[in-house]
Structures are given as structure tokens and as C-alpha cells.
């Protein structure tokens, strides 16, 4: 049967069409609901700013705040609420072409119902656990990995993470430090947690210079080095083990290790 003809599921042809969106959550909502309601799977589901010269048709899907309302709160009634929490950590990983995996996901559960994020050897579901699994891996990770530098009584630190796991960092970092004022900028991400005054919020940050750290800093970042070298058992080295449980691509950002690099 031509690819054209095929019926996926909840009734949706797949078509030559590429959705472009504002890359925001409300506006991939929108692109399922343009799916749903137009009776197509398109090809793609790319932001606008990303989206590359094609000879396939383009269709800029429009954010509308109702339409992303409706579509929101159909997930965790006609699906399940643990479809919802799955889809929107998903939105912030890394996936390659996670618009349309989250959507075929969608189509999947409106058809399913509520044991559609149980259904763990299905493709269009495994795809988004797998996503999930290596996103919060990496937000375990870093909860340890982060080093934050003293600049003035706040405290800065550096990140690159390939998933946008801010939102999840703020969580541990604010209950952590709640009495201090923090900065967190994700290089990869373009954006920073700032947590000052008791309020966390994330905003866009191209880039960002640090000023040169006092020599009371100083004399704490050599004491965390020598530290580091001196709990080192010699006979228990593990190179091997030391690069799984502390990727190398974390080091450039940790004191104790980057001189290795």
C-alpha cells in the first residue's frame, strides 16, 4: 500500500508537509492540534529559527492559547497524567526530531487510552522512554557534577548538558541553597538559573563573563583540588569506571579535573 494511503493511528494520513512552530511547549501543542484536526501526520515538526531551505511544503502552525490549552488538558483525560509528565520531559531533552516522536506518541494514546505509556515495547512509545531515561540521567549527574565559584557573596557555575534540564536543577539547587543567591548558565542552551531573593527564574543568556575570582576563592578551589587528590587511592584506580560514572564531557567544568582534559 502506498505510503500516502497508509492510516496511522487515530485516523491521521502522513503527508509531505512540514510544520514550523515558535519552539515554544504551547506551540508544539498547537502543531497536535493541527494534526488531529487536519487528519495528517506531516513530515516534520521543526521551530521556525531552525528550520532549513526544503522542497517539501512548509505550514507555520500559529500559537493559540486555547488550542494549546484544549490539547494539554486532553492528554492526562484521554490518555493518562503520566503520558502528560512524559511528553513534557521529553519536549526538553534532546531527541533528535522529538516534535514528531512526542506526536506520534499522542496519536498513539488518543487511540489506546490510558495503557498507551505502558505499552514499553511499542516503538512509538519506547522512543520517548528512552528519551526520558537519558534526561534525568543527566539531571542525576550534574546535581553532583555542578561547581559553583563565590563572586561576591553569589555563586556561579557553568553547565553544558546536551538535554535543557534547568527547570529539574532548580528544584535540587533551590532547596539546597535556599538561603543563598545562585547563577547556573547552560552554555549548550543559551539560557541561566538565577535564584535570587528567594525567586528561581530561567531566562535567555547568550553568553557570559565571569569577573576574576578574589584569593579567598582561589585558596578554596586549590584546597578542593588537593582534596580530591588526596582521597585517591592509587592501587584502586579505574580509569574505565571513573570515565562511566563521571563522563569526560562534564570535566571541562569541574575543578578537581580539568587540568586532565
Not at 59 to 74: H, L, N, T
Not at 117 to 139: F, I, T
Request: proline letters at 6%; glycine letters at 4%; one cysteine or more.
Amino acid at each position: 500500500m502506498p505510503e500516502k494511503d497508509c492510516i496511522m493511528p487515530y485516523g491521521v494520513r502522513p503527508c509531505n508537509t512540514v510544520y514550523l512552530y515558535d519552539g515554544s511547549r504551547a506551540g508544539f501543542y498547537c502543531c497536535v492540534y493541527e494534526s488531529v484536526y487536519a487528519k495528517e501526520l506531516p513530515f516534520g515538526i521543526v521551530p521556525e529559527d531552525e528550520a532549513e531551505p526544503t522542497l517539501m511544503e512548509q505550514k507555520y502552525i500559529a500559537p493559540d492559547r486555547e488550542k494549546a490549552r484544549r490539547v494539554r488538558a486532553s492528554i492526562p483525560k484521554k490518555i493518562s497524567p503520566r503520558a502528560l509528565e512524559l511528553v513534557e520531559t521529553v519536549f526538553l531533552s534532546c531527541l533528535a526530531q522529538k516534535e514528531l516522536a512526542m506526536l506520534r506518541f499522542l496519536l498513539l494514546g488518543y487511540e489506546r487510552g490510558r495503557r498507551t505509556a505502558d505499552m514499553l515495547g511499542h516503538p512509538d512509545v519506547a522512543v520517548l522512554l528512552n528519551a526520558e531515561r537519558h534526561l534525568k540521567s543527566e539531571q542525576n549527574k550534574l546535581t553532583g557534577f555542578v561547581r559553583f565559584s563565590d563572586y561576591d557573596g553569589v555563586l556561579a557555575a557553568t553547565i553544558a548538558p546536551k538535554n535543557f534540564i534547568l527547570p529539574y536543577l532548580a528544584r535540587h539547587f533551590v532547596r539546597r541553597y535556599v538561603n543563598e543567591d545562585f547563577l547556573i548558565f547552560d552554555k549548550t542552551h543559551k539560557a541561566a538559573l538565577i535564584y535570587q531573593e528567594r525567586k528561581a527564574k530561567i531566562v535567555p543568556m547568550e553568553n557570559i563573563i565571569f569577573p576574576a575570582v578574589s584569593e579567598e576563592e582561589e585558596a578554596y578551589r586549590e584546597l578542593w583540588k588537593r582534596f580530591y587528590k588526596t582521597i585517591a587511592i592509587e592501587a584502586r584506580e579505574n580509569p574505565r569506571c571513573r570515565m562511566t560514572l563521571m563522563p569526560k564531557r562534564y570535566w571541562a567544568y569541574m575543578l578537581e579535573v580539568e587540568e586532565e582534559l
